[in-house]
């Protein structure tokens, strides 16, 4: 079992930064990808930012240019830095593992999920 915990999330106005991070504990695996997801009060989760298993960074283009993805394996932890944050960017961050062969930016090629935190812009 992976536990991931997020920490970070916050209000903040438009134009405003947050630094979200996500600690793996348990990590009994080698992790192929890990990524950030979102979601707002009736959309679908979105995958925002992700770390894959060659290294590569996909990065949507709605958060292309302000946000970044970065992680510290020594600390197995994850991070996501994001900057002029706009009222689109409010919903439940989530951060995710996957030990899947394949897997990008895609909610289902995650077996593993955080419990999300809050990020509001207003």
């Known amino acids: 079992h992976v536990q991931l915990v997020e920490s970070g999330g916050g209000s903040v106005k438009t134009g405003g930064s947050l630094a979200l991070s996500c600690v793996a504990a348990?990590?009994?695996?080698?992790?192929?990808?890990m990524g950030w997801f979102r979601q707002a009060p009736g959309k679908e989760r979105e995958g925002v930012a992700a770390?894959?298993?060659?290294?590569?960074?996909s990065i949507a283009d709605s958060v292309l240019g302000r946000f970044t993805i970065s992680q510290d394996n020594a600390k197995n932890t994850l991070y996501l830095q994001m900057n002029s944050l706009t009222p689109e960017d409010t919903g439940m961050y989530y951060c995710?593992?996957?030990?899947?062969?394949?897997?990008?930016?895609?909610?289902?090629?995650?077996?593993?999920w955080g419990q999300g935190t809050q990020v509001t812009v207003s």
């Open positions: 995710a593992s996957s030990n899947k062969f394949f897997c990008g930016r895609a909610a289902r090629d995650y077996n593993y």
């Open positions: 770390i894959l298993r060659d290294g590569e960074v």
């Open positions: 348990k990590l009994t695996y080698s992790s192929n990808c």
